[in-house]
């Protein structure tokens, strides 16, 4: 089983800048693919980022230019670094991730709780 924390949300002032982490913890062989998506009151949940084991990146169109998905290996943790923050980027923020248990092994998906950004003066 894969265990995902995530931490960095909370309120910031349209402007502002949040950056959010997510670690992994448990018994896997890789990490092939870590995302951020997030879930605003009322909405789909949509996906904001996403980075490969080799550091391809991808953005939804609404945040090119403002953030900023990395991932550390050593770590296990991925992170998005969100820049000039608006009021619609309220939402819940969830990590995604795809994992091998082992290097034969079919990849499995895993969820992070969700972390709160509100965006507000």
């Known amino acids: 089983q894969v265990q995902l924390v995530e931490s960095g949300g909370g309120l910031v002032q349209p402007g502002g800048s949040l950056s959010l982490s997510c670690k992994a913890s448990g018994s896997f062989y890789v990490i092939n693919m870590m995302k951020w998506y997030r879930q605003a009151p009322g909405k789909q949940r949509e996906l904001v980022a996403a980075i490969t084991s080799r550091d391809t990146t991808d953005y939804a169109d609404s945040v090119k230019g403002r953030f900023t998905i990395s991932r550390d290996n050593s770590k296990n943790t991925g992170y998005l670094q969100m820049n000039d923050l608006k009021s619609e980027d309220t939402a819940v923020y969830y990590c995604?991730?795809?994992?091998?248990?082992?290097?034969?092994?079919?990849?499995?998906?895993?969820w992070g709780q969700g972390t709160q950004v509100t965006v507000s003066s």
């Open positions: 995604n991730v795809l994992v091998q248990r082992d290097r034969s092994s079919i990849p499995d998906v895993f």
